[in-house]
């Protein structure tokens, strides 16, 4: 039977793959109850005591703000553990699964980011996660790198969906970043697509791909998509205004890619079919929220 170790079990993404790896084999989870992310060796062990054929990692600093005045442990979280994690599947000869970022990118193209562009983060969280691609390629054959973007779901805080409907909520106008464009990802469809490659993960698929939801929208776009969607399911909101704002009006500690749109032509070729479309992923995230809210 094959044995699956998942790191960051109970993150937003980590949630959702419990869900669709189990079909797979046996999944061993482990979350921050049993591992000190900030101690990167103390991974090896686990990962030796489970015997592992594939591992997926899925644990992340994702603080992108906090990751300026915390750059050591975001280097430690993403990149140092990343290595011990590569470097222990290639000690077992298991597959590594790492779930990488559109941050590693610096948002000047005009057109999707392809796998081989040059990487260029703006900031410490980018760098931190440049970082864990590199020791992943280097310490692990056999290896699938899946950068993704804009990512929310059901599970986990912080995510943009839910804190719009908080806000949403509270308030009657909201001001939201319309010159930073990409594509929301939905947790799920991720997670779906995850425990589709897993099997198809050998010497000949190893390498980098992106994936993300079909289609491109800005931040304020992808607001006015929620608010829409959300009334139509029957939320509670206030908010009557949305006024779109620039980047430049909404400083944050940390510079964001204003283009980061990932091509998806590799992992639809290999999955046999694109990913869906955002606005859709969103309505069924939104009626799962529904349910576990009531």
């Known amino acids: 039977m094959t044995r699956i170790l998942l790191t960051g079990a109970n993150g937003q993404v980590g949630e959702e793959l419990q869900q669709t790896l189990a079909p797979l084999g046996e999944v061993i989870s482990v979350d921050r109850t049993s591992w000190d992310m900030a101690d990167p060796d103390a991974i090896r ?10 591992i997926v990692n899925a644990a992340a600093y994702t603080a992108v703000d906090k ?3 915390e750059l050591d442990l975001a280097h430690l979280i993403n990149g140092k553990a990343a290595q011990a994690l590569a470097e222990e599947a290639e000690k077992l000869g298991a597959g590594l699964i790492h779930i990488s970022t559109d941050y590693v990118f610096d948002g000047k193209n005009s057109s999707p980011y392809l796998e081989i562009d040059p990487t260029n983060p703006l900031g410490a969280y980018g760098q931190s996660k440049l970082m864990g691609e590199e020791a992943v390629r280097d310490a692990c054959q056999k290896h699938m790198i899946i950068r993704t973007a804009w990512v929310y779901g059901v599970y986990g805080k912080g995510n943009f969906v839910k804190t719009m409907l908080r806000v949403g909520g509270q308030r009657d106008e909201l001001r939201v970043v319309t010159d930073q464009i990409g594509a929301p990802t939905w947790a799920k469809d991720l997670a779906l697509a995850i425990a589709q490659l897993a099997p198809q993960l050998n010497a ?3 390498g980098t791909y992106h994936y993300t939801n079909s289609g491109v929208c800005s931040w304020y776009d992808f607001a006015i998509a929620i608010f829409e969607e ?3 399911l029957g939320f509670p909101l206030q908010v009557q205004r949305v006024v779109p704002i620039t980047t430049e009006e909404y400083p944050t500690p940390a510079r964001r890619p204003a283009f980061s749109v990932l091509s998806l032509k590799k992992i639809s070729s290999l999955l046999g079919e694109h990913p869906p479309y955002w606005r859709q992923s969103l309505r069924k995230m939104l009626v799962e929220l529904q349910g576990v809210s009531n």
Do not use: F, G
């Not at 062990?45 to 594939?54: E, T």
């Open 45 to 54: 062990p686990i990962v030796q005591n489970s015997q592992p054929s594939l």
């Open 67 to 69: 990751a300026e005045s």
């Open 204 to 206: 000949d698929t190893a």
């Open 230 to 232: 959300a009334k139509a």
